[in-house]
């Protein structure tokens, strides 16, 4: 098996409605975004996938949440802007970037800080 893996990064501020505690009140975080394809085998040009096209379908996305407050953006302004929904919304917008490869798509990480992390699999 193969695995490739990206890391990009965004910040934006959230507030999350429905916790009780400091979380609820808006605040920022520095997310860190790991985005992982894998398959049995690269193509025939050897690779997985291109790096560079991952990172720019994975950054095309971030730039519609870089320093935004997420409460107020689709899908956010319905559900809550949890690192966990945070990352399935990303892996559901990178697959959709990947088109019929789509498939390769394993999972998204994304950090809040050095130590947090939730991730979405397939």
Not at 1 to 19: D, G, K, N, P, T
Not at 21 to 46: A, F, M
Not at 100 to 105: G, M, N
Request: aromatic share 10%; proline share 2%.
């Amino acid at each position: 098996m193969f695995e490739v893996e990206i890391i990009s990064s965004f910040a934006a501020a959230h507030s999350l409605r429905q916790y009780k505690g400091k979380c609820e009140r808006l605040h920022g975080h520095n997310y860190r975004v790991h985005v992982t394809v894998r398959s049995s085998s690269p193509q025939s040009d050897g690779m997985v996938i291109d790096f560079g096209e991952l990172k720019g379908i994975t950054n095309d996305i971030l730039e519609r949440l870089d320093h935004h407050f997420l409460n107020e953006i689709k899908p956010f302004d319905e559900i809550e802007p949890s690192a966990e929904n945070i990352a399935e919304f990303i892996f559901k917008e990178v697959e959709r970037g990947l088109g019929e490869r789509a498939h390769l798509l394993y999972s998204v990480g994304i950090w809040e800080s050095d130590s947090s992390v939730a991730r979405y699999f397939r």
